[in-house]
């Protein structure tokens, strides 16, 4: 069982480029699709990006071109640069995995470890 934990989060201004990290507890190379998902106040988690072993990725449109999603397998991590901060970007973010690739991009429902989250907030 693959234990994931995410970190990096916080309070960041308007335009903020912050990095949210997941650490993996064991390999992820055996895990097929990872993702970040987020769960912004008041509304239903939706995914911001994934990235396929081979590094594949998909972003959600809302942060295409902000956000950049990557892995290391070697080093059994996942990273999520965040550009360009928006308020509307506030929410907490969780670190999730796929590790057969049941779809893509990846369904929510589908994934088989996740993070317990970290909060960001966009204020000034």
Not at 1 to 27: K, N, T
Not at 71 to 79: E, I, L, S
Request: charged share 20%.
């Amino acid at each position: 069982q693959v234990q994931l934990v995410e970190s990096g989060g916080g309070l960041v201004q308007p335009g903020g480029s912050p990095r949210l990290s997941c650490a993996a507890s064991g390999s992820i190379f055996s895990i097929d699709v990872m993702a970040w998902y987020r769960r912004a106040p008041g509304k239903e988690r939706e995914l911001v990006a994934a990235v396929t072993r081979g590094g594949n990725t998909a972003y959600a449109d809302s942060v295409k071109g902000r956000f950049t999603i990557s892995r290391d397998n070697a080093k059994n991590t996942m990273n999520l640069r965040m550009n360009s901060l928006k308020p509307e970007d506030t929410a907490v973010y969780y670190c999730s995995g796929d590790r057969y690739g049941s779809s893509w991009p990846p369904s929510q429902y589908g994934m088989d470890y996740w993070g317990k989250g970290t909060r960001v907030t966009v204020s000034s």
